[in-house]
T-cell receptor, first 116, second 114 residues
Framework: AAGVIQSPRHLIKEKRETATLKCYPIPRHDTVYWYQQGPGQDPQFLISFYEKMQSDKGSIPDRFSAQQFSDYHSELNMSSLELGDSALYFC???????????????FGPGTRLTVL | AQSVTQLGSHVSVSEGALVLLRCNYSSSVPPYLFWYVQYPNQGLQLLLKYTSAATLVKGINGFEAEFKKSETSFHLTKPSAHMSDAAEYFCAVSHGGSNYKLTFGKGTLLTVNP
C-alpha cells in the first residue's frame, strides 16, 4: 500500500538559511498534518491543511509557513533557521471522511533537519 | 485542553515477560486515543486506537489496550515481550476524532533484555 512520502529524508543547513520540506500524502487523502519532534521529545503539532486551506495551527514559529497544493502535497517552508530548529519533521495524512474503522493519521518517515 | 500522561519514561522487561506501558488522559469530551510506536530513526507507526467502540482494543504485533473511563486510562499491554518490541512508544489523544491533530505524551522507551 502507498505510504506518505517525505523529501528530503535528511537536510543540513546553516543558521539563518532557509529550508523547504515536502510531503506527498497517501492517494485520496485530503488532509495533511505537520509535526516537529525535537531530540528526545514527543512530536508537537505545527499545522494542518484540509482541501488546500489551513485547518488548524499549533506551535508553529512565525518564521515557518506552509501550504497545500492542488495535488494535495504540502510544503513546509522554514526561514532564518536557528539551531533549535534541528529536529525530525513528520508529515501525516488522513482522509477527511472515516471510510473504515482503521482510518486515522498515517505518518511519513520524517525529514531530519540539522542546523549548524 | 486534552492531554495524555505516560507514566515511566523508561520501562525494561525481560524477553517473554509481560509488557505494561501506562497512559492516562485528560479530556473534557469523549476522547479518541492512540498508541504509536517509533523504532530508532524511523517514523511513527500506529499500533492501535480507541474510538468509542469496544473498550478493549487489539492492535498489531500482539499489543492491546483497554479504555477505562473510571480510571481515565488507556494502558498498553502485551503478554510476552519480544526483542523486536524494543522501541519508543507514544500515547496520543485526538481533539476531535480520528482526523484532528494529535497531542502526544512524552513517550516511554521500552527495553527488552534477553
Amino acid at each position: 500500500a502507498a505510504g506518505v512520502i517525505q523529501s528530503p529524508r535528511h537536510l543540513i543547513k546553516e543558521k539563518r538559511e532557509t529550508a523547504t520540506l515536502k510531503c506527498y500524502p497517501i492517494p485520496r487523502h485530503d488532509t495533511v498534518y505537520w509535526y516537529q519532534q525535537g531530540p528526545g521529545q514527543d512530536p508537537q503539532f505545527l499545522i494542518s491543511f484540509y482541501e488546500k486551506m489551513q485547518s488548524d495551527k499549533g506551535s508553529i514559529p512565525d518564521r515557518f509557513s506552509a501550504q497545500q497544493f492542488s495535488d494535495y502535497h504540502s510544503e513546509l517552508n522554514m526561514s532564518s533557521l536557528e539551531l533549535g530548529d534541528s529536529a525530525l519533521y513528520f508529515c501525516a495524512s488522513s482522509p477527511t471522511t472515516l471510510v473504515s474503522d482503521t482510518d486515522t493519521q498515517y505518518f511519513g518517515p520524517g525529514t531530519r533537519l540539522t542546523v549548524l | 485542553a486534552q492531554s495524555v500522561t505516560q507514566l515511566g519514561s523508561h520501562v525494561s522487561v525481560s524477553e517473554g515477560a509481560l509488557v505494561l506501558l501506562r497512559c492516562n488522559y485528560s479530556s473534557s469530551v469523549p476522547p479518541y486515543l492512540f498508541w504509536y510506536v517509533q523504532y530508532p530513526n524511523q517514523g511513527l507507526q500506529l499500533l492501535l486506537k480507541y474510538t468509542s467502540a469496544a473498550t478493549l482494543v487489539k492492535g498489531i504485533n500482539g499489543f492491546e489496550a483497554e479504555f477505562k473511563k473510571s480510571e481515565t486510562s488507556f494502558h498498553l499491554t502485551k503478554p510476552s515481550a519480544h526483542m523486536s518490541d524494543a522501541a519508543e512508544y507514544f500515547c496520543a489523544v485526538s481533539h476531535g476524532g480520528s482526523n484532528y491533530k494529535l497531542t502526544f505524551g512524552k513517550g516511554t522507551l521500552l527495553t527488552v533484555n534477553p
